[in-house]
């Protein structure tokens, strides 16, 4: 089991570690509400180090990269991100992520479960004059994110950061190290991802914590179980949950990360043809009656008959009901559509909405 | 983690006190860390016949979903409805408050079977 820079800054903080995508990472430290809490009201900080970094430079880099994935590479200026996907031939997903395009290289943050998968499959499609470097552990990554992260960061720096805007990225000096600080997240509040050399990792860590806690931020380390709820309470899909290699952009909804107008890409035909023969099934927000929480698996019904799966569910801290993604068949898909799922043989009612379910983030777009 | 000297309990996590032929029941501190984050229960209904062993309900944490035992057989006297609307007193106070079901037992036999606090102790060690 492989653990991050900040392993023993999780022991240190009480949390509470589990295996995730072959590394020991903290699920929680006190309290998921409580860490949720912290993120929509003020500043958390999370450990994603575990996630891979894979680098792709040379001359053809550009033309190699608009292949592997969907999105349109050669809009991006320097120090720009992207949200992208990597498609199958037959236009299943074969992972989501971050493309940066940096002075020397395009950088891919790929999800640390896909990290060996990914690069096997960029590796396999090489082509051109390109170099390929997975450079997963020389990386470190933290999330800062939460309404109160830019006066945060901004105390840090001793300088205003706020003209960095949703989707870009720089490279500062943190504590005489060079780290880049990019205006990016997965929670729907307005935040920061900070990349560096793994080694000085700890040190920013420190730097971050001490600095919150004597700010009026009360900056709060959190977890992977926050994670996961701030990013379903926005209605971010999760790979392996939401997406996978059986589903494709277009049923995922995902199809403004799909450039069909760009040169030829790996599963354009294939996206093509399911767009002109249309869709059977569709990934949707779903909001449910009571407590209970709709899970991974449970069947939804329309009349009693079965029309799709739950994909990713929780009881909404922010919102106080609960709420689930999950494929369902067309055209149960459309908003307002009265569906029901059975958690434990009760039948619980619940609509179809539209995403995302939190409204009022203060992600700058 | 918190164990009380003067209740009983069980390999389930469950703690037992018992007062004049009723018990009440609920979940130990051990139990409600390692659930964490409680945002449901489903209760069972008051004058219901439970059996040793048997589930009588569901706690549901942001996790996980957890069936609630019932630690001796009898008659469900009472239930806290307090847990309906905060189902966090369970985390917050396992012992008093967030407990969860007062039972008239019907085979004081069976209070035997109980752990003390000490042979509890031994049993989350273990699982530590």
């Not at chain 1, 995922?252 to 450039?259: H, P, R, S, Y």
């Not at chain 2, 004058?47 to 944490?61: D, L, N, Q, W």
């Amino acid at each position: 089991m492989k653990k991050t820079p900040f392993y023993e800054k999780h022991i240190e903080f009480n949390g509470k570690m589990v295996d995730f995508a072959g590394f020991k990472m903290p699920i929680q430290y006190s309290s998921i509400i409580n860490e949720v809490k912290a993120v929509r009201e003020r500043v958390g900080l999370f450990d994603v180090s575990h996630m891979g970094e894979i680098e792709i430079s040379g001359k053809d880099a550009l033309d190699f990269v608009n292949w592997v994935t969907t999105n349109d590479v050669s809009n991006l200026n320097v120090w720009q991100a992207q949200y992208t996907t990597m498609l199958y031939p037959d236009g299943g997903i074969v992972d989501d992520f971050l493309i940066y395009r940096l002075p020397e290289c395009y950088l891919l943050v790929v999800n640390a479960s896909n990290q060996d998968k990914d690069f096997e499959w960029i590796m396999k499609n090489e082509k051109g004059d390109i170099e390929i470097r997975n450079r997963s552990d020389n990386y470190f990554q933290l999330a800062l994110q939460g309404p109160l992260s830019e006066s945060l960061i901004n105390q840090i720096l001793k300088k205003d950061i706020s003209n960095l805007r949703f989707y870009w990225a720089k490279e500062e000096e943190i504590g005489g190290c060079k780290v880049i600080i990019s205006r990016t997240g997965y929670t729907g509040e307005d935040g920061f991802e900070i990349y560096g050399d793994a080694q000085v990792g700890n040190k920013i860590w420190d730097l971050l914590m001490e600095t919150g806690e004597a700010s009026e931020t009360h900056i709060t380390p959190c977890g992977l179980g926050a994670r996961d709820i701030l990013r379903l309470e926005m209605g971010y899909c999760l790979y392996g949950n939401d997406i996978t290699k059986e589903t494709t952009p277009l049923e995922a909804g995902l199809i403004w990360l799909v450039k069909m107008d760009k040169l030829d890409f790996i599963g354009k035909e294939a996206l093509a043809k399911q767009q002109k023969e249309g869709i059977t099934r569709k990934l949707v927000g779903m909001k449910f009656e009571g407590r209970a929480i709709p899970r991974h698996g449970y069947a939804i019904y329309k009349d009693g008959e079965e029309i799709g799966l739950i994909t990713s569910g929780c009881h909404s801290p922010t919102l106080n009901y609960p709420v689930a993604m999950g494929y369902v068949k067309k055209p149960f898909h459309k908003v307002g559509t009265n569906i029901e799922i059975e958690i434990r043989e009760k039948m619980i009612d619940g609509d179809v909405l539209t995403l995302p379910f939190w409204k009022n983030g203060t992600l700058k777009r | 983690m918190k164990i009380l000297d003067e209740l009983f309990y069980t390999e389930n996590h469950e703690w037992i006190r018992q007062e004049n032929g009723e018990i009440v029941e609920g979940i130990t501190d051990y139990a409600q860390s390692e659930l964490s984050d409680i945002v449901y229960i489903e209760l069972p209904e008051e004058g219901v016949e439970v059996h040793k062993g048997e589930a009588i309900g569901t706690i549901e944490a942001v996790k996980t979903v957890s069936d609630l035992y019932t630690a001796l057989s009898g008659k469900i006297v009472e239930v806290n409805r307090e847990l309906e609307d905060h189902p966090d007193l369970i985390n917050k106070d396992p012992y008093d408050a967030g407990w969860i079901v007062r039972i008239k037992i019907s085979d004081p036999e069976e209070l035997k079977d109980l752990l003390d606090a000490e042979e509890y102790k031994g049993i989350i060690e273990r699982e530590e």
